[in-house]
């Protein structure tokens, strides 16, 4: 894999943080609800912008200053700003696809200097948004549509990565030209027959393409 004609694209929620920062936020703030929408999604009943909107309706009271506080207990893999900066040195392209709440995604790739596709919230009304859904997509369900960046990039020709670990990143994962999954996501495949690369943290990520990271 030539990495200058390479786009790699990383989910956040349990790929790039140590665990889902949405449902740490909804077990600490959501009360005994949310599982219920969780639920739903994962059966396939509702699609994640339902889910997710309904989700953010029981935290959203908790207020700004609550809200980031209680996602950033969650930890963020330490390799990923190391990974980043690698990528880009070798002249692939970096971006994080986010299908959660946002606001926690956007803080930690700003500090990393990585652009993020993701929602939003709208701090002044407390109104979750999403700038990134694709209405033109065959499902049109999604908050972010994960699919549409990794089109753009095979458009232009570019080998598409994609490393992600859970079900909003199964549609992602079938137009990937290359896979990295675990947990959910590479149950998934195993069980689709998806051909994928296992990884456990963002470090295998870095092994599997070559990289060799500052310590």
Not at 12 to 34: A, K, N, Q, Y
Not at 49 to 74: F, K
Not at 135 to 161: E, F, H, L, N
Not at 163 to 185: H, P, Q, T, W, Y
Request: net charge negative.
């Amino acid at each position: 894999m030539r990495l200058a004609d390479t786009s790699v694209f990383l989910d956040f929620d349990g790929t790039i943080t140590r665990r889902d920062s949405c449902v740490h936020v909804l077990e600490r703030l959501g009360g005994p609800d949310w599982a219920t929408f969780s639920d739903a999604f994962s059966a396939g009943r509702i699609g994640s912008r339902e889910c997710i909107q309904q989700e953010w309706g029981l935290v959203r009271s908790a207020g700004e200053e609550t809200l980031r506080a209680v996602a950033a207990e969650v930890a963020v893999d330490p390799t990923f700003g190391a990974l980043a900066d690698a990528l880009r040195a070798a002249g692939a392209e970096v971006a994080v696809v986010s299908d959660g709440f946002g606001y926690y995604a956007e803080e930690v790739c700003a500090a990393a200097g990585v652009p993020v596709i993701t929602n939003a919230v709208d701090w002044s009304t407390g109104e979750l948004t999403f700038p990134n859904l694709d209405r033109c997509c065959p499902c049109s369900t999604c908050g972010t549509c994960k699919q549409a960046p990794i089109k753009d990039a095979r458009r232009r020709g570019r080998t598409a990565v994609f490393v992600g670990d859970g079900i909003s990143d199964r549609k992602a994962a079938l137009l990937a030209d290359v896979l990295f999954a675990k947990d959910n996501l590479a149950d998934w495949c195993e069980d689709a027959g998806v051909d994928y690369r296992p990884f456990a943290t963002l470090a295998d990520v870095a092994r599997a393409l070559g990289l060799g990271l500052a310590s």
